[in-house]
């Protein structure tokens, strides 16, 4: 079970071969965790882009098939300015919880990468 399903996980994290067996399941799953909402995070990126793609696609084919008619303009400013202009009014609990679950993960992620590097200036 442990270099089935345990091993292939910790090392698909990032999580060293050596630093795998000083660890305890718990620690892997909140790695595991922790990809898993920076996944999200990447998919909501880049589901934003393709919105800004789209604008810009549009923009561009009516201008050249409407030429001067074409009322059609590219995004005035970003989507998420509006959006956290609202969310700074009005956060419900749940997004608070999940914004402070993600930064815990990213502080995590944080920790794991600076004991790497100090792991490894001590040349172990």
């Known amino acids: 079970m442990v270099e089935n399903e345990w091993l292939p996980q910790a090392l698909t994290l990032g999580i060293s071969y050596n ?14 965790k922790a990809q898993k909402i920076k ?19 549009a923009t561009a084919v009516e ?3 409407a030429g001067r008619k074409a009322k059609s303009q590219y995004v005035k400013k970003p989507f998420l300015q509006d959006a956290q202009i609202s969310e700074k009014k009005e956060l419900s609990e749940e997004r608070k919880a999940e914004m402070e679950n993600q930064k815990l993960a ?13 792991k490894s200036a001590r040349g172990q």
């Open 39 to 57: 996944e999200q995070m990447i998919d909501e990126k880049l589901w934003r882009m393709g919105l800004y793609v789209e604008s810009a696609v």
């Open 106 to 118: 990213m502080t995590l992620r944080i920790m794991q990468a600076n004991y790497e590097i100090s």
């Open 19 to 32: 630093d795998f067996w000083h660890m305890n399941p718990r620690i892997i799953k909140i790695h595991l």
């Open 63 to 65: 201008h050249n098939l």
